[in-house]
């Protein structure tokens, strides 16, 4: 019953790094030389209080925004130097999204939203219905497959937008305050499934929260604090 | 405290052995409140003599004597008694917390760096609960939640601090108080 | 392919956009059907007038020549007549042998006293508002009907009658063969021009609808795209799928119109316009124009998508609006409507002749950036009234406040409104005048006659004496004559080189001719066009003239004539009819001359008839035709079927504006309701705050009938422009017809207020504290 020890993780093994990362939104600082490294398979909890800049930090390591300085290098490649035509690629393929709420189409139906990522990638639709019905089995919620977001529950929407996620088995999973709209109990089953699905594939999980209770999912933490990136370790280490 | 009305719970599923107490006690709620044998036995007597358990038999045998208690009406009532009552809400001031903070901030220290340690320490801890909930059973997941959401509630109250350490400091120091904080630490 | 399947993914959202969404395609492929339906028509206009000069070059006949076999010939005579003002095309005919060519359309010749008749007159005749036609036929039996093939349309009224008495002498032509290639019609350019410019005037509002209904649910649309780019779909890519979605209303509506034409196109022979009719097989686009037409729509579909997209980004963190609220500046707006007066100068000059008229293009461009100028000029009038109007109560202040800070949005649902109703205006005024044109610009003074019937009876026949026809004239019911004389032709010399008419009648009857002073009996006016300097000096009081009948080589008569010495010249009246056209005429009394040995004279019968009995006009020309069918005819000065028929155009025009509208109102509804929901939360936290719901609602209703009372007016300033400009194409004077002008805004503003109560319920639905819940 130990859970895996915080180990600080050598940048070399790292999958996704970000350094001295600054971000300005006109007057506003969001970001001043935040950096986090994310090692392949690793959960990490970005914490902090509101508008201490961590939803900014994920959109800058996803590739969403542009840092104004700083670089993001995702296997070794520079995101911050990509045209827009391959972050989307990226974005597509490497990477998975879960926010708030308000990222499935409405217009499509839970089980073309999962398929959605698939298809994007070519996939014949038969394989990509195949791969999202599995997906969705995977949630617990291949009932409302045939279903708009509209007419199901919020958790139900969320474990729906965590299949689509987890569709294209991305190798980091950027979640935005994921369980942000839903009550304890659904967060958890949302949180639970997420995180083992992830631990399965191996992927990474940048897990951005201000509450403890999701952090704890993660296998480390790290606090944003005006737009500064504290790791702990090393802040204790210096104190 | 409340081991006794605990006890009395536990037995309502059926006459135990004192060992057998322990064992079912400890399943549950070890972590909370460890228990020797000796206070089992201790609470059993002061149970029975206020005729909230009874012997339900006396068994001879190697070691120990084996008793086996079971419990009786009063104390069943005694049980209802207990879960109908509210606790007396806890303050809870994070007495030990508080005076390291107001220590840091007199003393010049950094409260922040206290804190995110703290918090490091106190996510530790969700975290063990967390795998533990996953592993466990229901039982499991209320004692886990139960400690998870006062975790919580205790890092709530660190995020504000922290939050609020601008206007602690301010508060604490009198004019030229930082100074002094400062010359003491020199 | 990812190009296409990137397509379908968009058009898929359009087809599970929801209740919203599916009304958003309809009102797309609503306009776009509109839209297709009218260019189809328009398409199908060459290919309509090709197979009308086919159908004329059919019917046309050949005439005889050296190589011609006698007895291989039919015997034609003209017998074009006119019935409750419709013309009738006829034929008398008969067979110089059993060889003789069949006219095109019909199986067999009709024998003596039998008819061939088109479909249309074969109904009239059956029916008792033929009547009179049978009788004036002379009671034929209808034997046969003239196949399309032999007719010009399907309403057209044609027959050929077989009538023995024609002989080759007699006849106009003697026809060896049907079918005869006529040079190429010169189309009416100035038809030409209206028609492109009607195109136009009813094209735009209908794209302008097309394009506001791509962008409704833009903000839902916005939205889905960014969730889109979220998981990785890149710009390219939503461009992509915007226009996909887009192509769904565009393919649905090219269909739509498709289905709108044909449809139509069944309903055209039911029709006939200035006798013109149409055989729905007659209305055919021409294919590369149809071709054109179907890519233009999905084309335009594309770009208002694109268009829509343009000014928004869509990151994948949602949507970002190029919030530039650029000065609104006058020189540009005033620059757009400036350039369409210059592109219409041209025609404001009334066309060179010499180097025809301007090109189409120039046109349609002129008519586009006239009309576009009202609508670049809208925001900007809009801004200057908020700012410039006094501060009012709550709602007003919360109107201007909101249409200051949005006017685009504002604006957008307006333009299409003042676009349509500046067209209206435009054509309406057109329309106005040219019937005001063909009923006031006759000078006759209807006291003096509304009908002239010209009689050339037959020498020698009897009852065609001069007094027995005025007499029958006389007896029929509604007619009255006022004036009757008989007309002879006079000479000076053989030359042949000049000729003046001379009447024949008694005082009364010369008076309604000229400004006689005192008549006696046996004098003689020489009546002269007081407006003309120049006159036949030849003729003068004692000119010695050389009179004759005209009558043709049978009826032949001629007399040497002195004019008395005591002829006195006097001023024609302006509002008689000479008839002649000539400066000079000679007017006589019957004493003054021998009539008698003249022989058969024409005449000349002035009535005035009831215009409530339009039997009484069959009648005369009953008379008429009985005294000689071939050389008599009834002139009729006020024709008032004419005018019914452009009534019918301006009646037609207002149900076309009213459909618009609707369509327009519609999508205006729509426009509203969102604009409503999307500032729902404002409008229920100020609800919260104790704001009345009438303030709220009041400010709601400002905010659109501000624009709209601009935009009406800016309408009809533009409107009254653009009526000018197509009346100095068909070279008509301005004269501003208020009443169409105050119908048409009428129109408009009954639909927008139509909008607007049809809004105010869910807008009071909405301003329930109840729905304050947020979501």
């Given at each position: 019953m130990t859970a895996p020890a915080p180990v600080p993780v050598p940048s070399a093994r790292a999958i996704l790094t970000a350094t001295g990362l600054r971000k300005t939104f006109g007057q506003t600082l969001a970001l001043d030389h935040a950096s986090i490294s994310l090692a392949p398979g690793e959960i990490v909890a970005v914490m902090g209080p509101s508008g201490s800049g961590k939803s900014t930090l994920l959109h800058c390591l996803a590739g969403i925004l542009r840092p104004d300085q700083g670089s993001v290098i995702y296997q070794g490649q520079d995101l911050t130097t990509l045209r827009d035509a391959a972050r989307s690629t990226l974005r597509r393929t490497q990477f998975g999204f879960i926010f708030q709420f308000g990222q499935l189409v409405p217009e499509l139906t839970c089980l073309e939203n999962v398929a959605l990522p698939l298809r994007m990638e070519r996939v014949p639709r038969a394989e990509a219905n195949r791969r999202a019905t599995e997906e969705l089995q995977r949630l617990a919620v291949e009932d409302v497959a045939g279903q708009r977001p509209g007419e199901i529950s919020g958790g139900q929407g969320q474990r729906v937008a965590v299949a689509r996620a987890l569709v294209t088995r991305p190798r980091v999973i950027f979640a935005d305050e994921p369980t942000g709209a839903l009550d304890s109990l659904n967060g958890e089953l949302v949180l639970r499934q997420l995180t083992a699905t992830a631990r399965e594939t191996r992927a990474s999980i940048l897990?951005?929260?201000?509450?403890?209770?999701?952090?704890a999912y993660s296998d480390r933490e790290i606090v944003v604090r005006d737009g500064r990136t504290r790791d702990p370790l090393t802040a204790g280490a210096a104190a | 405290m409340s081991m006794g009305q605990t006890f009395l719970g536990l037995l309502e599923a059926g006459p135990r052995h004192g060992y057998d107490l322990k064992r079912a006690y400890d399943e549950r709620f070890s972590h909370i409140r460890p228990v020797h044998f000796g206070q089992v036995y201790a609470t059993l007597a002061r149970l029975l003599k206020h005729g909230l358990v009874e012997l339900d038999a006396v068994e001879a045998g190697e070691g120990p004597e084996r008793k086996r208690y079971a419990v009786t009406e009063a104390g069943v009532a005694?049980?209802?008694?207990?879960?109908?009552?509210?606790?007396?809400?806890?303050?809870?001031?994070?007495?030990?917390?508080?005076?390291?903070?107001?220590?840091?901030?007199l003393t010049g220290r950094s409260a922040t760096d206290l804190l995110d340690l703290q918090r490091t320490e106190h996510l530790r801890l969700m975290r063990e609960l967390t795998q533990r909930k996953a592993n466990g059973d229901l039982i499991d997941h209320l004692i886990c939640d139960h400690g998870l959401f006062h975790l919580?509630?205790?890092?709530?109250?660190?995020?504000?601090?922290?939050?609020?350490?601008?206007?602690?400091?301010?508060?604490?120091?009198?004019?030229?108080?930082?100074t002094t904080g400062r010359t003491i630490r020199a | 392919?990812?190009?296409?399947?990137?397509?379908?993914?968009?058009?898929?959202?359009?087809?599970?956009?929801?209740?919203?969404?599916?009304?958003r395609t309809a009102l797309i492929a609503l306009g776009t059907g509109l839209g297709v339906a009218l260019l189809l028509l328009v398409a199908s206009i060459p290919t309509a007038l090709q197979s009308r000069s086919t159908r004329t070059d059919a019917r046309q006949a050949q005439w005889a020549d050296q190589g011609t076999r006698l007895g291989e010939t039919l015997l034609v005579d003209g017998f074009g007549t006119t019935y409750h003002g419709t013309s009738v095309a006829g034929w008398a005919i008969w067979p110089e042998g059993p060889a003789a060519p069949l006219p095109p359309g019909v199986e067999a010749l009709p024998g003596n006293g039998e008819i061939v008749v088109s479909p249309a007159l074969r109904d009239l005749l059956r029916s008792s508002d033929g009547r009179l036609l049978v009788q004036r036929l002379g009671q034929p039996a209808i034997v046969g009907t003239i196949g399309d093939q032999g007719l010009l349309g399907p309403r057209e009224l044609a027959f050929y009658l077989g009538d023995n008495s024609i002989t080759s002498e007699t006849a106009d032509q003697r026809v060896p063969a049907f079918g005869q290639e006529s040079p190429a019609e010169v189309y009416n350019a100035t038809l030409q021009l209206l028609i492109i410019v009607i195109t136009v005037v009813l094209l735009l509002?209908?794209?302008?609808?097309?394009?506001?209904?791509?962008?409704?649910?833009?903000?839902?649309?916005?939205?889905?795209?960014?969730?889109?780019?979220?998981?990785?779909?890149?710009?390219?890519?939503?461009?992509?799928?915007?226009?996909?979605?887009?192509?769904?209303?565009?393919?649905?509506?090219?269909?739509?119109?498709?289905?709108?034409?044909?449809?139509g196109r069944q309903i055209v022979p039911l029709f006939s316009l200035s006798d013109i009719s149409l055989y729905p097989s007659d209305l055919i686009p021409r294919t590369d124009l149809a071709l054109l037409v179907m890519v233009l729509a999905v084309v335009l579909a594309a770009a208002a998508a694109l268009t829509a997209l343009r000014g928004v980004i869509i990151e994948p963190l949602g949507v970002t609006r190029i919030a530039s609220q650029p000065r609104r500046r006058l020189w540009w707006r005033l620059i757009i409507p400036a350039a369409g007066l210059a592109a219409l100068y041209p025609l404001f000059e009334g066309a060179d002749p010499e180097s025809g008229p301007p090109p189409a293009y120039q046109i349609v461009a002129g008519v586009i950036l006239l009309l576009a100028g009202s609508v670049a000029l809208l925001p900007w009038l809009v801004d200057r009234l908020v700012q410039a109007l006094p501060t009012g109560p709550v709602a007003w202040h919360l109107a201007a406040r909101q249409l200051r800070r949005n006017t685009a949005t504002a604006v957008r649902f307006v333009n299409a409104v003042v676009i349509a109703v500046a067209g209206a205006i435009g054509l309406q005024l057109l329309f106005v005048a040219v019937q005001e044109s063909n009923s006031a610009d006759t000078s006759y003074d209807p006291n003096w006659a509304t009908a002239m019937a010209h009689i050339v009876p037959v020498p020698g026949q009897p009852g065609n004496d001069f007094q027995q026809i005025v007499a029958q004239v006389q007896d029929i019911p509604g007619i009255t004559v006022t004036s009757g004389v008989r007309r002879a032709w006079s000479t000076g010399d053989d030359s042949g080189d000049w000729n003046v008419p001379l009447l024949v009648g008694e005082c009364a009857d010369l008076a309604q001719y000229a400004k006689l002073g005192s008549c006696a009996s046996g004098e003689v006016f020489l009546s002269r066009n007081p407006s003309t300097a120049s006159i036949n000096d030849q003729v003068g009081p004692g000119s010695v003239l050389h009179l004759f009948n005209g009558m043709g080589p049978e009826g032949e008569a001629s007399i040497d004539w002195t004019v008395p010495r005591t002829a006195r010249t006097v001023p024609q009246r302006e509002d008689a009819v000479t008839?002649?056209?000539g400066n000079l005429s000679i007017l006589a009394t019957p004493a003054a001359l021998d009539v008698a040995a003249l022989r058969t004279l024409p005449i000349d019968l002035a009535v005035i008839h009831d215009p409530n009995d339009e039997d009484s006009l069959e009648h005369l020309r009953n008379v008429v035709v009985a005294t000689n069918w071939y050389h008599s005819d009834v002139g009729v000065f006020k024709d008032r079927v004419e005018q019914d028929q452009?009534?019918?155009i301006r009646v037609g025009l207002y149900l076309g504006s009213v459909l618009t509208l609707l369509l327009l109102a519609s999508s205006l509804l729509i426009g509203m309701l969102e604009q409503l929901r999307e500032r729902r939360r404002l409008l229920s936290a100020l609800v919260a705050a104790g704001a009345r719901r009438s303030t709220l609602a009041w400010s709601v209703i400002w905010q659109s009938l501000i624009p709209i009372t601009v935009g009406l007016a800016l309408a009809v300033v533009f409107g009254i422009v653009l009526g000018a400009m197509l009346l100095r194409i068909v070279d008509l004077p301005l004269s501003v017809g208020w009443s169409a002008i105050a119908w048409s805004t009428l129109i408009a503003v009954g639909t927008i207020l139509l909008v607007n109560t049809i809004s105010i319920p869910p807008l009071l639905r909405l301003l329930r504290t109840d729905s304050l819940r947020v979501e």
């Open positions: 897990l951005v929260t201000h509450e403890a209770r999701v952090a | 005694d049980v209802d008694h207990w879960l109908a009552r509210p606790e007396a809400p806890d303050p809870y001031l994070q007495n030990t917390l508080y005076t390291k903070v107001v220590l840091a901030l919580e509630a205790d890092l709530r109250w660190l995020e504000l601090t922290a939050a609020r350490l601008d206007d602690l400091a301010a508060t604490l120091t009198p004019a030229g108080g930082t | 392919m990812k190009l296409l399947s990137d397509l379908r993914l968009g058009a898929r959202m359009a087809f599970s956009a929801g209740k919203d969404g599916h009304l509002p209908i794209l302008i609808c097309q394009a506001m209904a791509t962008r409704f649910g833009g903000e839902a649309r916005d939205r889905r795209m960014a969730a889109l780019r979220l998981i990785g779909a890149d710009r390219r890519m939503i461009r992509i799928m915007a226009v996909g979605e887009a192509l769904v209303g565009a393919i649905l509506g090219i269909a739509l119109g498709w289905l709108i034409f044909l449809g008839t002649d056209g452009f009534a019918k």
